[in-house]
């Protein structure tokens, strides 16, 4: 938990996001990140991967924990304009479900997965994490890029994205992981950043390690890859530079800065977490 109680908002549901990824998704779409809204991988300091390249490859290194083949099912969590669901379904022949709070990312991932010919293989829908649409033990792997950040009640969700697992079926997660406490100039940096993206907090290691225990889902791998993805802050900044929001835009003054997020991002709390569960 953080020293400074005001970081951490009170958020309903992961149903309060929806607004801002229709934002997001007008803004997104188009730029160097070309419907990506996840941060990137790279290999190392060496690594001269574009941002749009590295985000596909934070994507493959989730497809590659999950098993994926033809014939089974996956769920993504948090499925944004669709761009992971397809090139997994595409790599792997599996059948992906994504679901989303933004009715602007379910329209953009419907047309983007007709334009790839892929809508046999894959649907999206609108729907919250802590109230899936699906049967129970339906889905042979999950993932969530990015998606518990948003949501307040973590267990809630992990719960009944464990209840639509088969048992013994993997989740991938990552997200922004906050290390430690933050105090003073780092508290305001980190408050300012889950305003923006409207989140209550940024998962911490022990919460999500607890999260998962209860939701029935046992720990595989839990990996801290923050400086794998570091580089994305200047670089989403950037690719956003020429993106002037609003004025009555709620997260104007946090976007229209571009020293925000990349502020954000080289704090030495941030990480990023990978994690692997199982369905027990």
């Known amino acids: 938990m953080t020293n400074d109680p005001s970081v951490h908002h009170n958020v309903p549901s992961s149903l309060d996001v929806g607004p801002l990824h229709d934002e997001q998704t007008e803004t997104a779409d188009g730029t160097a990140v070309d419907g990506n809204i996840h941060l990137g991988y790279w290999d190392s300091a060496m690594d001269n991967r574009s941002l749009n390249q590295a985000t596909d490859r934070l994507t493959d290194l989730v497809a590659g924990r999950l098993a994926a083949a033809p014939g089974r099912r996956l769920l993504d ?68 890029i990015e998606s518990m950040m948003h949501i307040s009640d973590r267990t809630a969700a992990l719960t009944e994205i464990a209840r639509t697992l088969r048992p013994g079926s993997p989740l991938v997660i990552t997200d922004v992981l906050l290390r430690s406490p933050v105090t003073g100039d780092a508290a305001e940096s980190v408050r300012q950043t889950c305003r923006a993206f409207q989140s209550p907090s940024f998962p911490e290691p022990a919460e999500l390690r607890t999260a998962l225990d209860r939701a029935g889902l046992e720990v595989v791998d839990f990996n801290d890859i923050g400086e794998h993805v570091r580089r994305t802050y200047q670089a989403f900044a950037d690719a956003f530079a020429d993106v002037v929001p609003s004025a009555d835009d709620p997260h104007y003054e946090f976007f229209n800065s571009t020293r925000s997020l990349p502020r954000f991002g080289a704090l030495p709390q941030v990480g990023y977490v990978f994690l692997v569960a199982r369905r027990l």
């Open 77 to 144: 969590v948090g499925c944004g304009t669709g761009r992971p669901a397809l090139r997994i379904a595409r790599a792997t022949g599996a059948h992906v479900s994504g679901i989303s709070v933004s009715n602007e990312d379910i329209d953009l991932a419907r047309t983007r997965a007709d334009a790839a010919a892929l809508a046999d293989r894959v649907d999206f829908r609108y729907a919250d994490a802590c109230a899936l649409p699906f049967e129970a033990a339906s889905f042979d792997g999950a993932w969530a």
